[in-house]
């Protein structure tokens, strides 16, 4: 088994990883949480992407302090970026060169879940309280009544808005994919700065993102009620022509290959009017172009129509998971649980003001939370992020948690399926039934 899996790995493909070790959704096994003054012993490793200074420096004080009050456990902190995980916490699993415990991204979490490498943590959730979290983020682990991950915590995908070039140009925040596409030509055509990028590069999942983005608001989902991808429906290929649309009349040409941040990085050196991305834009406009920060904004995403029933969007709750093959399950779980304490939590968050949001109850709205200077010069975002977070799912979990939601994003067929559309000419529908069957067949030779 290992050995197939070893070779499929060489491509870095979801499908080797899930066909290859497949248990159909997990052992199930269960360990218990120490009871509380129980003494901790063991040497246990974490491994998350927490790269930005502050928030590096939170977790590692987390880990100290829990090391000084358990003296006999040590942790040992790993650092990886998000872009490198993945393929770390893959081939690891050849050798059982994997952590104790870990961040993952939300799609991660249902992949690990198929190849048996994480273990449920129902006795932490048990602890620490299930109307603790919001519902829907605590939910994205939840298979076969077993909880494989703990959210810690959220962001979502709103829209942001240069106001001054908007004042400049005479407009109005658009409530509307029309009103965004109008406003977004107005701005591009004048020259000065482009209104819209639309990245479409296959290294990534923003083209995904974007029709995601188009097609929820629409009261769609990019998979089908089977878990299958669906392209091919009215609604779908309305979003696809859309953003096809938007980019030959707004966008940068070059952004048919970009990526996430070369997609942020044109909004934080203030080139482009309209941007999708969390509250990290905050930090990243602050990081480069400060004096603009003034003139920034969060809006709701667009809807088709205005007296359209607003939809949740897309919602990231970043997870902790614990390793089946860790030595000391049981006391990476009390380390999770010591991070939900409401004093290091609510420092943790402000380590990237209004970027990382609660995903459990009480916090938003506490008075430890909302002093922070960052969050109160944009509580208006605040309000507008957090109500994107309790309401939206990550990219095609609006069914539930599912393998299939989890592998949709990183798979780069829609991105490929724009490329061809705007490279090669391909109809629309053409290359929509072209990504389906390719997706699709991923699908099932990945899942068992």
Not at 168 to 189: C, F, G, R, Y
Not at 280 to 295: M, Q, W
Not at 325 to 332: C, Q, R
Request: glycine share 8%.
């Amino acid at each position: 088994m290992w050995k197939r899996m070893g070779k499929m790995l060489l491509g870095i493909t979801a499908a080797g990883v899930l066909g290859a070790c497949s248990s159909g959704g997990g052992s199930g096994e269960v360990v218990e949480l120490p009871e509380e003054g129980e003494e901790l012993s063991g040497d246990i490793t974490m491994w998350h992407s927490f790269t930005q200074g502050a928030r590096l420096e939170n977790i590692q004080s987390a880990a100290d302090e829990f090391m000084k009050e358990h003296p006999n456990v040590n942790i040992t902190i790993e650092t990886f970026s998000w872009d490198d995980f993945y393929t770390v916490w893959t081939t690891g699993l050849q050798s059982g060169e994997v952590p104790d415990v870990s961040t993952a991204l939300p799609n991660h979490v249902m992949e690990m879940v198929n190849a048996d490498a994480i273990l449920p943590l129902n006795p932490l959730v048990d602890a620490l309280g299930k109307d603790m979290f919001h519902e829907n983020a605590l939910n994205e682990g939840l298979v076969d009544d077993n909880y494989y991950s703990v959210p810690l915590y959220s962001h979502a995908q709103v829209m942001w808005v240069r106001d001054d070039i908007l004042e400049e140009h005479n407009l109005e925040v658009p409530e509307t994919w029309d009103e965004l596409q109008e406003a977004a030509t107005k701005i591009s055509e004048d020259g000065d700065n482009y209104g819209l990028s639309v990245p479409m590069g296959t290294n990534d999942l923003m083209a995904t993102r974007f029709l995601n983005f188009y097609v929820r608001s629409g009261g769609g989902s990019l998979l089908n009620e089977n878990n299958e991808l669906d392209l091919t429906n009215e609604l779908a290929q309305e979003g696809i022509k859309y953003w096809v649309d938007m980019y030959k009349k707004a966008s940068p040409s070059d952004s048919i290959n970009y990526n996430v941040l070369d997609q942020a990085t044109l909004f934080y050196q203030g080139q482009t009017a309209f941007d999708f991305n969390s509250g990290f834009h905050i930090s990243g406009v602050e990081a480069n172009s400060p004096d603009l920060l003034e003139t920034i904004s969060a809006h709701p995403i667009p809807k088709i129509n205005k007296d359209d029933e607003r939809q949740g969007i897309e919602t990231s709750n970043i997870p902790m998971v614990v390793w089946k093959n860790s030595d000391h399950p049981d006391v990476a779980m009390k380390f999770v649980e010591s991070l939900y304490d409401k004093g290091f939590y609510t420092d943790f968050l402000n380590s990237v003001p209004v970027g990382m949001l609660p995903s459990i109850e009480g916090i938003v709205d506490s008075e430890e939370f909302r002093s922070n200077e960052t969050v109160q010069k944009f509580s208006e975002a605040v309000d507008v992020i957090q109500e994107a977070v309790e309401s939206g799912t990550a990219i095609g979990y609006e069914n539930g948690a599912s393998v299939e939601a989890g592998m949709l994003a990183g798979q780069h067929v829609i991105e490929k399926m724009f490329q061809d559309i705007i490279s090669n000419g391909t109809d629309p529908m053409e290359a929509a039934e072209k990504a389906e069957t390719e997706m699709n067949n991923i699908f099932e030779a990945s899942i068992r």
